[in-house]
């Protein structure tokens, strides 16, 4: 690394300790926002896989998810590390200094996002137009019927109705080129899964053989959640796949909340235009009313699958 010539020891240090902070330390609460204001980050891993350093200045990420990441000071004074909570109603703080005993300006807490029609569920209604999904469903035709209800079932048909299941997304979308609830119009570089780009080729470059959809489905008031409407406790049956079959999963959140949805024992390819270098992780961060769909080859044995939220 070359940059490391132009660096003071103490530099070097501090670079290496905040690559391990942010892959020990920051990973344990749900949808923390990252940012050291005035020093970029340079993310040169994702779930522990090297992917192809992209420069941001703040990210999202959800238990068990890991980034790791590089920095480069260049000024001999304190930064302020900011891991903010999704409602912004509060924020862990950390000091990277050269020297001990140095603080920098804590940025006061930033208003707490609303909502959208997106994260019900409804695509891109709340923003005007057309998206193109809804054009192939022959939405978009003048004085087409639109049923918008949270409550229809006929977007989920194989959902069981429960009063564990309290909304169904309507149109969702896939929204892996979200940086996150509020980070829309920060004014600088966030970070998000399409800009994600595996470093090596990916090992399986198969196409998947058949799709498996899963409805992320829950009560936000009961804080009830389940698979497709079904709890944990009454499963009967896991989710089949044979060894080395090559298959897609499609998650779809029918909730207003965001859900990090981790597989043991595998690492899978996010669908997001890669080709044979799309990111592999083994947790992915499904946004309010979205979708995301990856694809995994299946290893043997049982494996657990669940949201880590729990």
Known sequence: MEWLANLSIQWVLVAIALLTLARTILTRRF?????????????????????????????QFAPAETYDVVVIPR????????????????MARATLAPRVGMTAPVPPLR????????????????????????????????????????????????????????????MPTDRTGYPGQGLENVGHRTL???????????PDTRPPGREIVIHLTGNMERYMWSFDGVKFA??????????????????????????????????FELVTDKGAHAP?????????????????TAEPGDWAFHCHML
């Open 31 to 59: 949808g923390d926002l990252v940012r050291i204001p005035a020093l970029a980050m340079s993310v040169v891993a994702a779930d522990g896989l090297n992917i192809r350093p992209v420069e941001v200045d703040e990210f």
């Open 75 to 90: 000024e001999d004074r304190a930064f302020t590390i900011v891991g903010e909570s999704i409602d912004r109603s509060g």
């Open 111 to 170: 208003r707490r996002p609303v909502a959208t029609m997106t994260d019900m569920g409804m695509g891109a209604m709340g923003g005007g137009g057309c998206a193109p999904e809804h054009a192939a469903m022959g939405h978009c035709a003048a004085g087409a019927p639109m049923d918008h209800s949270m409550r229809d079932f006929a977007p989920a048909p194989g959902v069981k109705r429960d009063p564990g299941v309290q909304t169904i997304s309507p």
């Open 192 to 202: 998000n899964y399409r800009m994600l780009e595996s470093l090596a080729p990916n």
């Open 234 to 267: 009454h499963v009967d049956k896991p989710i089949p796949m044979r060894s080395g079959e090559r298959v897609r999963v499609t998650l779809i959140n029918d909730t207003m909340m965001g859900h990090p949805i981790h597989l043991h024992g595998h690492f």
């Open 280 to 296: 592999r992780k083994h947790t992915v961060l499904v946004q309010p009313g979205g979708k995301v769909s990856w694809d995994v």
